[in-house]
């Protein structure tokens, strides 16, 4: 009885917040670029400010995170977001001109006008939640808009010390944010936002859709699923499997577009097992080391382990490259490879999310195509391959969320260039001026002049009106 009296005190907590920042959004009119870089160097000024008791509460919610992978992936990264925002603000605010056809309608003016939604609302998971958060702020606070977020109920310390620290620097009315306490993230994503952003799993994600649905409340999505990579047996071995375990081994594997599985020619896979032995023990020897992150929770961990042994029992070959026990109790798992995995196993068909690589031979590129045409779009595609036309052939045929070539991740971090899915690994775009777009009503006014022509066309219709419909129709067809 009390967890459910905890649960509707709580949805009234949400709904009473949502209509606070929607009464003080009405009240308070549009932003100036002015108040909206105070707030962009406010989020900063709590990454700043607090940056050792955040990467802090990240390493106790792993229960082990490198303090450098943080560093890397969630402060520095946050932070140039903001930085970029901020640059980019005057430019992306500004109110665009769009032509006029000025033989209907001489004298007239088109403009867009970008202006901020409202209250958004940002479901927010736990494996980069400081650069998920933040990076999403950024662009929520540049459009102008008030922001409502849900924090994982794995970021349950983080979550702690955001709920203590944000008061001090905004208003409720401007930002809050929420921990699951259980069932907030159901209540939280029926909630009337003007916008929903929801980053996590396919099988949530649709149940969050759904459930915006009935607001007819518009979604960004930003899911997962299995992002392959290919490596052309002419590019340099020993540099592909340094860019491939750097991002397999970073976070633990535990990213949304980590490479989930590989395609190595099959002259090379003999040199490929070499070169990655060589490369994990020089560069991950032991799994117990604090710059090797742990898997996020028990349940994560038992998936894994559950994942490796049904493959191993159907058939696939299993190389632990540190050689070394997973460890139950720290929540560390070694870095290993999967061979002859098939769509029998688990290991093949549902998102890794960890330090696992399944490894697929091939000998022509058609191989690749057709395999990953097959299945569901990946977030990301990684081609490895000094070959131009090999790489826009690569391009051209594998729909992906985004690219990047010769390497792995690191278009997700140019700020530049939008972040999204396709299909069944999400929808909608955020990060530089796609994510201020994402996040505004661009406005389209029409300014008619003050004499018209179209007065000449008023009914009754006439010989005139005739003469000059079909004239427009001629020209114009």
Not at 30 to 55: F, G, Q, W, Y
Not at 74 to 102: C, F, G, P, Y
Not at 454 to 464: D, Q, R, V
């Amino acid at each position: 009885m009390k967890a459910n009296f905890a649960s509707i005190d709580m949805e009234s907590q949400l709904h009473n917040c949502l209509q606070e920042q929607k009464n003080y959004a009405e009240k308070q009119g549009i932003e100036s670029i002015a108040v909206r870089k105070v707030h962009l160097l406010n989020l900063k000024a709590i990454i700043n400010d607090h940056r050792e008791a955040l990467i802090e509460a990240i390493n106790q919610d792993y229960g082990n995170r490198s303090r450098h992978e943080t560093l890397l992936a969630e402060i520095i990264t946050a932070t140039d977001d903001i930085n970029s925002s901020i640059k980019n603000l005057k430019n992306w605010t500004k109110v665009q001109k769009r032509k006029v056809d000025l033989s209907m309608y001489f004298g007239a003016k088109n403009r867009l006008i970008p202006q901020p939604l409202g209250v958004v609302g940002l479901i927010v998971p736990w494996n980069f939640p400081i650069n998920l958060l933040f990076s999403q702020l950024s662009a929520v606070f540049a459009a102008g808009n008030k922001a409502m977020v849900k924090l994982s109920e794995n970021s349950r310390h983080l979550a702690a010390l955001l709920i203590q620290l944000i008061p001090q620097y905004f208003e409720p009315e401007k930002l809050q944010v929420f921990d699951e306490t259980g069932g907030v993230g159901v209540a939280f994503s029926k909630l009337s936002f003007d916008h929903l952003m929801f980053t996590g799993s396919g099988a949530t994600g649709k149940k969050v859709m759904a459930a915006a649905a009935e607001n007819l409340t518009a979604v960004t999505l930003e899911l997962g699923g299995k992002s392959p990579a290919v490596i052309d047996p002419n590019y340099p071995l020993a540099k592909a499997v340094e860019r491939i375990m750097f991002v397999k081994q970073f976070n633990a594997g535990q990213i949304c577009t980590n490479i989930d599985y590989l395609f190595v020619h099959e002259s090379q896979k003999d040199r490929f097992i070499q070169a990655t032995s060589e490369w994990v023990t020089q560069h991950v020897p032991d799994i117990n080391h604090k710059d090797y992150t742990s898997i996020i929770d028990d349940r994560a961990f038992q998936r894994l382990v559950y994942c490796v042994e049904e493959a191993q029992n159907k058939g696939a070959t299993v190389i632990n490259l540190n050689n070394q026990k997973a460890d139950a109790a720290a929540h560390k798992f070694p870095l290993t490879l999967i061979f002859d995995s098939t769509d029998a196993m688990e290991i093949d068909t549902r998102e890794t999310f960890g330090p696992i690589l399944m490894v697929k031979t091939y000998d022509q590129p058609e191989e690749v195509v057709r395999y990953i045409a097959q299945r569901d779009r990946p977030l990301a595609f990684y081609p490895f391959s000094k070959d131009k036309a090999l790489i826009n052939y690569y391009i051209d045929n594998v729909m992906s969320g985004g690219v990047s070539v010769n390497d792995a991740l690191f278009h997700v971090g140019q700020h530049d260039l939008p972040f999204g899915g396709v299909g069944a690994s999400g929808m909608g775009h955020y990060h530089g001026y796609e994510g201020f777009l994402n996040f505004s009503k661009m406005r389209p006014i029409f300014y008619q002049a003050n004499f018209s022509s179209l007065k000449f066309l008023s009914p009754p219709y006439g010989n005139f009106a005739d003469r000059v419909l079909n004239f427009l129709a001629r020209v114009k067809s």
